[in-house]
């Protein structure tokens, strides 16, 4: 999968000293695309041939969560199916739906992995594989219940597929930690490693009550780049950041920087206001390596889709320079 040049893009804002901006057109993805949606928000898009894809997440006006595929030519404007994505699966109790939430999608070696909350008995992650967007393959849920942020390195990390996740609880969880997995058939998974845990309140408060991993890690010479959220507990609820961190190419469990100050927050009214306030929650992004270009795809209030941009190398300097490890 070669990430093409004509990604989404628009300069800093004149005067703006931002690592990260938003996109001025924001949200690209109003919560009533489809005729059932009450919201679309925290889903995840790729390259796709000369095109876009990606999985979207849709809870309809019953309040479901549901996942759906879409297409788009500009990554910006996106058509999504009515249809939800149903998986093929060989199990049936496996491949029984309950819901699905927060979708990651990763291109490895030839095919396309999604993974996403899954529900089985209470959260985990669900994995599957497609190489069209159409016949979408379900595998074992990865982890026990509960956990959620299942996020997959684009390439195999010591001869092993590897994931990021965050184990919870059945609640809206107010603690949690990042950790990294290993598996060498997408069944199995072990080689557990703790990856971080909050930062302490005195040091760094958008994150100190949970994190967890976003988009896929970018390969970066100086560590997988990782942009994650992290929350604080404020006395108006939770509020959800993101910031980065970089992680030792080798043994990605090694934090060797992380972000003291957010790269955004809940500021603009789409990101305060719907159904849940102040979320910025990203889980996807799209690169040029040439440029070193990155747009980030990040839920707004659990309500709608927002876009933000920066430069790869200015982020991994950010997370160098005001990094708390
Ligand atoms: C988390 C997940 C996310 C959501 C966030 C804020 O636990 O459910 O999908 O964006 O809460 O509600």
Redesign the pocket.
Known sequence: MIQKLTMPWEDRPEGSKEVVWRYSQNPIIPRNLLPTSNSI??SAVVCFGDRYAGVF?CDDTNRRMRLHVGFSDDAVSWKINEEPLKFTCDDAEIGEWVYG??PRVCWIEDRYYVTW?NGYHGPTIGVAYTFDFVTFHQLENAFLPFN?NGVLFPKKINGNFAMLSRP?DNG??PFGDIFYSESPDLEYWGRHRHVMSPAPFEQSAWQCTKI?AGPIPIETPEGWLLIYHGVLASCNG?V?SFGSALLDLDQPWKVKYRSGPYLLSPQKDYECMG??PN?T?PCAALHDDETGRIAIYY?CA?TVTGLAFGYIPEIVEFTKKTSIV
Do not use: A, I, K, L
């Open positions: 928000f925290n997440r939430y927060d909350c959620r919870s809206h969880t967890g939770f959800y159904d849940v979320v929650f839920g659990d």
